[in-house]
T-cell receptor
Framework: GENVEQHPSTLSVQEGDSAVIKCTYS??????FPWYKQELGKRPQLIID?????GEKKDQRIAVTLNKTAKHFSLHITETQPEDSAVYFC??????????FGQGTELSVKP | DTGVSQDPRHKITKRGQNVTFRCDPI?????LYWYRQTLGQGPEFLTY????????KSRLLSDRFSAERPKGSFSTLEIQRTEQGDSAMYLC????????????FGPGTRLTVL
């Protein structure tokens, strides 16, 4: 069935370093790829998204890249700060009209 | 607060009891989604509505689960004869039909079945 694979499951970086999270998807008809940040006990919050007609999108310290041929997309966070610590989920919007989420990456930024 | 709201935020129940959760979407959003999230996992799609019509249901949604959105505004999710495996966070999200993929989540209802 449709699925989204996300790696790594945990990521620990020093403050100021970059963090990269990668996802692959199976449904070639997927055309929208959001990233959500979820802090402990809180709702998932949309932080950035990309559509299939674009290869890269950037918003301040956050960027997302998409390779439709390879069916993978990545989240890049530069100059990480302790408040970036959270669980990050990628997702793909499939032809059935729903979001399929990855398993999540727990990012820890150490001061 | 003009975001998605859910009630209750926490529910503890005994196995075999019925529970009902409510979701109020962002006011102009006509699509409403229910997801289930277990510890350490991403949200899993359960069902969604466009206005009052339920358009899709996941295989995860057994016959003990039912969702309604009678007036196309708020939605309820009922679980009958709860089982310990139903313990999870139940998340609601909403979006505009013209922009269905951009979904905004509520705070969730955490269900614990004893």
């Amino acid at each position: 069935g449709e699925n989204v694979e996300q790696h790594p499951s945990t990521l620990s970086v020093q403050e100021g370093d970059s963090a990269v999270i990668k996802c692959t998807y199976s449904d070639s008809a997927s055309n929208y790829f959001p990233w959500y940040k979820q802090e402990l006990g809180k709702r998932p919050q949309l932080i950035i998204d990309i559509r299939s007609n674009v290869g890269e999108k950037k918003d301040q310290r956050i960027a997302v890249t998409l390779n439709k041929t390879a069916k993978h997309f990545s989240l890049h966070i530069t100059e990480t700060q302790p408040e970036d610590s959270a669980v990050y989920f990628c997702a793909a919007f499939n032809r059935g009209g729903k979001l399929i989420f990855g398993q999540g990456t727990e990012l820890s930024v150490k001061p | 607060d003009t975001g998605v709201s859910q009630d209750p935020r926490h529910k503890i129940t005994k196995r075999g009891q019925n529970v009902t959760f409510r979701c109020d979407p962002i006011s102009e959003h006509n699509r409403l989604y229910w997801y289930r999230q277990t510890l350490g996992q991403g949200p899993e799609f359960l069902t969604y509505f466009q206005n009052e019509a339920q358009l899709e249901k996941s295989r995860l949604l057994s016959d003990r689960f039912s969702a309604e959105r009678p007036k196309g505004s708020f939605s309820t999710l009922e679980i009958q004869r709860t089982e310990q495996g139903d313990s999870a966070m139940y998340l609601c999200a909403s979006s505009l039909a013209g922009d269905p993929d951009t979904q905004y989540f509520g705070p969730g209802t955490r269900l614990t079945v004893l």
